[in-house]
């Protein structure tokens, strides 16, 4: 399996700002997927960006990815309250391991 | 952590018939389980929250009545795909949290091939 590992680990902001999160990982990738928790529920699949994209948008969502420097940034723009959850990079493969996430706060 | 099971690992079925797969948690009990599906190459979708005693909720596009799930007690749930059929081939997957982590942490069960032929 392979783990992403995110940063910051916690970052809050107010609604309307931009909040970006990152993810580095070790190994060779076919893709690369973001994903949301609201406590408590399951992970939410946002984006998946593949290893020969280097950026990808959906709606306020951008995510790019290096893949020289191993590393993939989440930009959510205009931010709202709703917003708030744990966002979780992965690299998927038999086994299924997240890292702890960046939790978003997004004050109203 | 929690450890998680499934079973079958593997199944290969006819089109038409039902699969029951089963998600176990084995020392930990858990009120709400998640179950994925994931297709080749592309990123774990989930499917539907299932929660013991009551109905599972599902995401949107996901036919309640296509995938049935029973959660009947806190150690075991399980997913009937019914009248498979060879686009419901995939890896399912179950989870679950246990809520002793501060950042939800899911265990995650290895996961049940199916082909349906």
């Known amino acids: 399996s392979q783990q992403g590992e995110e940063d910051p680990q916690a970052l809050s902001i107010q609604e309307g700002e931009n909040a970006t999160m990152n993810c580095s990982y070790k190994?060779?990738?076919?893709?690369l997927q973001w994903y949301r928790q609201n406590s408590g529920r399951g992970l939410v699949h946002l984006i998946l960006?593949?290893?020969?994209?280097r950026e990808k948008h959906s709606g306020r969502l951008r995510v790019t990815l290096d893949t020289s420097k191993k590393s993939s940034s989440l930009l959510i723009t205009a931010s709202r309250a709703a917003d708030t959850a744990s966002y979780f990079c992965a690299t998927l493969s038999q086994n299924f391991v997240f890292g702890p996430g960046t939790r978003l706060s997004v004050l109203p | 952590g929690a450890v998680v099971s499934q079973h079958p690992s593997r199944v290969i079925c006819k089109s038409g018939t039902s699969v029951k797969i089963e998600c176990r948690s084995l020392?930990?009990?858990?009120?709400?389980m998640f179950w994925y599906r994931q297709f080749p190459k592309q990123s774990l979708m989930l499917m539907a929250t299932s929660n013991e005693g009551s109905k599972a909720t599902y995401e949107q596009g996901v036919e309640k009545d296509k995938f049935l799930i029973n959660h009947a007690s806190l150690t075991l749930s399980t997913l009937t795909v019914t009248s498979a059929h060879p686009e419901d081939s995939s890896f399912y997957i179950c989870s679950l949290i246990t809520g002793q982590t501060s950042y939800n942490e899911q265990f995650f069960g290895p996961g049940t091939r199916l082909t349906v032929l």
């Open positions: 960006i593949r290893s020969n994209e």
């Open positions: 190994t060779s990738i076919n893709n």
């Open positions: 020392d930990f009990q858990a009120t709400t």
